[in-house]
Structure formats: C-alpha cells, structure tokens
C-alpha cells in the first residue's frame, strides 16, 4: 500500500486527505494547530498520526502539504531534518495558495538531493475537495507529475499539466483574481437589485440561465441574499491570492483588480473568516 504523509487538514485538506483513504493509500500525518480533523479521519478512514512530521515522511513515497499562508509553508518544508528523514525518491505535492517564488525554493531546497517537487495548487472549494472534484493546476517534474496522477486523480477531476514549477501558483493566483472581482460585481448588482425592489431569488433564477452567470454567481449570490456566511471560502484567503496575483502583474494595469482589493482591505475584520460572499457589507447603505 502506497504511502502518503498529507499535511494541512483544514477545510479543504481534511477531505482531501479522506478521499486518498478512500482510494486505497495509507496516509499519515502529524498534529499541525487541531487534532480534531486528524482524530475523525483517524476513526473513520484509518489515518495514522504520527509524533512528529519526521515521522509522518518516514517511508512515504509522496509528502503532501496544503497550508494557508507562505509564512508557513517554508519554515515547514525548508527544513534538513524533514528533508532528511524522506525516501530520495519520494515526490513533494505542494498544494498550498503562495506566490510562486515560494514554491520555486522549496523545489530549488529539495532538487539539492534528487528529491522531486509539483506545485500543484487547487480550486473547487470545500464541495470540491470533498466530491473529489477539484481543479489541480500541477507544474514542475513532468515524470513526477505523471508518476502521481493516479494519487492526484483521487482528489480531482481535472488535473492539469502547465510547465515549469511556480506556473501552478501562478494560474491559482491569477484564477483567484478572476473570482474575486467577479465577486465584487456580483455584489454591486445584488445591492442594485435590491435597491430597485426586484424580487432576488427571481433575478437568480434569471440570470443563472443569461450571460451574467458564472460560476461565483452560482455559488455566491444566494449567500448574500440569504445573509449566509458561514463556510465556503474565506475573505482572508481570497484577499491574500488577490493580493498574490497583482504581485505578478509586474507593470501591466490591473486597475479592477486593485480597487478589488482595496476594497477587501477594507472589510470589517469580523468578516475575516467568513466566506468572501461578505464582501456584500463593504457596500451597504
């Protein structure tokens, strides 16, 4: 049985992770902030948890890390010691949402001893990752990349191959930007139309089926309508990748993409963990 050590198991990873169980691969993985997701997966699926993350890499032919931030992500595989204790011929899945340039020094930390990294960042949601459905935007080690599409395909429906390692962040980030701003508009016409006396659920059913749809629609609209936060995916990540992709812009105008996020910056900070549909109150008379 395949080995697999997976760290990260938030929203998004803890299904992730249920789904390899499911597939047939033994996972592991060490306490990281929650052992709850850990403790459920344990006991539903047969998770192991390790000690500590040595541990956890010992014998594993794929390390998996899905963290939040980049402030994360290097102090935790930039280490000799977590280098060290993996098989030379395991394969590093970076799955995280970071800039580029972080992904790329990790693969520059662990090509030093013939280990192979994929940048291999997601998009889907929590409904993705746990119907298996997700977006893998899978970059770097061609071979490697191959090599682990069975394990990738376990967790997604569409895995892409998209060139050198930090091409997966970059479209992530630049995917994310385009779902952002989308949702800022979705939320100026949801105030239109509430201003203007049309019946909400109405306009939904309208516009789902005319060329104002898209996907944010579909999944954001009705949240505002319904004043329902909770879940989905939260303000403060879409800010950081909104803030990422302008980070790649180098130049070119991006002025809606700017004021997007401006005014995400400018959201209350109790809307912080809550789904980005919030971004609804920013413009509230």
């Not at 935790?76 to 949402?97: H, N, P, Q, T, Y």
């Amino acid at each position: 049985m395949t080995k697999v050590a997976f760290f990260g198991l938030g929203a998004m990873g803890e299904p992730m992770a249920e789904n390899l169980l499911k597939a047939g691969y033994s996972v592991s993985t060490a306490i990281h902030r929650s052992r709850d997701a850990a403790e459920r997966l344990e006991k539903a699926f047969g998770l192991t948890i390790a000690d500590d993350p040595l541990e956890a890499v010992r014998d594993a032919a794929y390390v998996i890390t899905i963290i939040p931030e980049d402030a994360d992500v290097k102090p935790f595989l930039v280490r000799e010691d977590l280098r060290g204790a993996m098989r030379k011929d395991a394969v590093v899945i970076e799955m995280s949402s970071t800039m580029a340039q972080t992904v790329c020094e990790v693969d520059r930390f662990y090509a030093e001893c013939g280990i192979r990294v994929i940048d291999a960042p997601v998009s889907g949601g929590v409904t993705g990752a746990q119907k298996g459905t997700l977006t893998i935007f899978a970059s770097g080690d061609d071979e490697a990349i191959v090599q682990a599409h069975p394990l990738l395909e376990a967790m997604g429906t569409n895995v892409f191959h998209l060139g050198k390692c930090g091409n997966g962040k970059a479209f992530k980030n630049l995917n994310n930007l385009l779902g952002a701003v989308n949702t800022m508009v979705i939320s100026e016409a949801y105030h239109i139309a509430q201003k203007n006396g049309l019946d909400l659920r109405q306009f939904f059913d309208v516009v789902s089926v005319s060329s104002g749809d898209s996907s944010q629609f579909r999944q954001r609209y009705l949240r505002m309508v319904d004043g329902e936060f909770e879940g989905g995916f939260q303000l403060k990540l879409a800010r950081k990748d909104l803030r990422n992709a302008l980070g790649m812009a180098h130049g070119v105008p991006a002025p809606l993409s700017a004021l997007t996020l401006e005014l995400m910056n400018a959201a209350d900070p109790s809307t912080e963990t809550e789904d980005m549909s919030a971004v609804e109150k920013i413009l509230k008379i």
